[in-house]
């Protein structure tokens, strides 16, 4: 922060900003107790567990709700990072449909939908980063610290199958799927694996 002034002409406040900070639009929702944040690209849309063709069937351990007729797997933030599960009927504040890049998509439970907000994302710690379910930390409007979710490895964490399996080609379809092909990003994940994401995606690097 620069901030310079003149005695009967004002003061100027000058805010340089890192390049290693960005703005992430998120929604910013609640899980036992605590405040987390979610990236907004990932979410589809919010729905209450009571709306109208909403129904939920528990499979062993794990908890289906069908909505409008789709059959989506439920994972309970709660659950997964507090270890704090719901009771049996699996009841919850507010369910958010996260749809990942691969065209994946589940219900995340939270307790409570806050805002909608742009936040100001910092990297964390390498140790927090390792866990795999986070990819940033931010401020809130109390000044206390709030984590950026990783919806890839919430999904990882929970059992839901990231990888689509394409059907093979046809004779004669090689020529138009190579048409077809895209620039992509290829990178090495924190567990070692090698990734690719479409380079359209990225912002920067």
């Known amino acids: 922060i620069a901030i310079d002034s003149a005695v009967g002409r004002g003061t100027r406040i000058a805010l340089r900003v890192p390049l290693t900070l960005t703005i992430t639009p998120a929604l910013t929702v609640m899980a036992g107790g605590q405040v987390f944040a979610l990236p907004r690209s990932f979410v589809e849309e919010v729905i209450a567990p009571q ?23 439920v994972l309970d933030l709660a659950a997964l990072l507090l270890h704090a599960p719901r009771d049996r009927a699996g009841r919850c504040g507010n369910l958010v449909v996260v749809r990942l890049a691969g065209g994946v998509r589940y219900l995340l439970a939270v307790d409570a939908i806050l805002d909608h907000e742009d936040l100001v994302v910092k990297p964390v710690a390498p140790s927090v980063m390792a866990t795999g379910l986070y990819v940033g930390a931010t401020l809130n409007d109390s000044g206390s610290p709030m984590l950026l979710l990783d919806v890839n490895g919430l999904a990882r964490l929970g059992g839901i199958a990231l990888d689509i399996q394409e059907p093979a080609p046809l004779a004669g379809e090689g020529a138009a799927l190579e048409a077809a092909s895209e620039p992509a990003l290829v990178f090495t994940a924190s567990n070692g694996a090698r990734r690719a994401l479409p380079l359209a995606l990225a912002e920067r690097v």
């Open 51 to 73: 709306a109208e063709g909403t129904r939920f069937t528990r499979l062993g351990d794990a908890l289906l709700a069908e909505v409008r007729e789709r059959p989506l797997p």
